[in-house]
Antibody, heavy 115, light 115 residues
Framework: EVQLVESGGGLVQPGGSLRLSCAASGFTFSDYSMSWVRQPPGKGLEWISYIRGSSSTIYYADSVKGRFTISRDNTKNSLFLEMNSLRAEDTAVYYC????????WGQGTLVTVSS | QAVLTQPSSLSASPGASASLTCTLRSGINVGTSTIYWYQQKPGSPPQYLLRYKSDSDKQQGSGVPSRFSGSKDASANAGILLISGLQSEDEADYYCMIWHSSAVVFGGGTKLTVL
């Protein structure tokens, strides 16, 4: 059974940094691309970033380009999102999702950017 | 103009069918696009329902009932999620998604009420 478990969320001040993790199990992690998708409270879904299984291809949404960095460690079946220069509008539940079609999602981790 | 436009809400009766539309911005051809659909219930992450490009290129999500199906309306440049035999448990938010220019775009979501 595919399992994706996000961690690392919390309260951070504007301008601060946070590192999210997504632990994957139940599939051959290195064979699959992964993405981060976020959802502000009460709002819709927003894709953030994508990384191919080999890390050879990475894409970002314009809203986070230059501030967020996606990475993965296939030896540890883990996906990461380094978030810098955080803003109030980055407040959201952050999900990791498997494959280009997002066929599996984690439960999400809440990031709150507030002073 | 948004890349993907979904009606914000839709109501239908139990046992009836509901047709949820996802209209692509002018200039993006629905005929060559793969449309992904997700269901999200309150307090839960999105769940993958299906993807649809054509009748010969489609995929149902694991465990997703066959009463959920995809199609396209080329004249409206739209993807369609058809839910037949509506049940109370189908009440949820539904999101469409496409890959466009090396980025993922979600529609704003449709809140389906079954009453």
């Amino acid at each position: 059974e595919v399992q994706l478990v996000e961690s690392g969320g919390g309260l951070v001040q504007p301008g601060g940094s946070l590192r999210l993790s997504c632990a994957a199990s139940g599939f051959t992690f290195s064979d699959y691309s992964m993405s981060w998708v976020r959802q502000p409270p009460g709002k819709g879904l927003e894709w953030i970033s994508y990384i191919r299984g080999s890390s050879s291809t990475i894409y970002y949404a314009d809203s986070v380009k230059g501030r967020f960095t996606i990475s993965r460690d296939n030896t540890k079946n883990s996906l990461f999102l380094e978030m810098n220069s955080l803003r109030a509008e980055d407040t959201a539940v952050y999900y990791c999702a498997k494959e280009g079609g997002f066929d599996n999602w984690g439960q999400g981790t809440l990031v709150t950017v507030s002073s | 103009q948004a890349v993907l436009t979904q009606p914000s809400s839709l109501s239908a009766s139990p046992g009836a069918s509901a047709s949820l539309t996802c209209t692509l911005r002018s200039g993006i051809n629905v005929g060559t696009s793969t449309i992904y659909w997700y269901q999200q219930k309150p307090g839960s992450p999105p769940q993958y329902l299906l993807r649809y490009k054509s009748d010969s290129d489609k995929q149902q999500g694991s465990g997703v009932p066959s009463r959920f199906s995809g199609s396209k309306d080329a004249s409206a440049n739209a993807g369609i999620l058809l839910i037949s035999g509506l049940q109370s448990e189908d009440e949820a938010d539904y999101y469409c998604m496409i890959w466009h220019s090396s980025a993922v775009v979600f529609g704003g979501g449709t809140k389906l009420t079954v009453l």
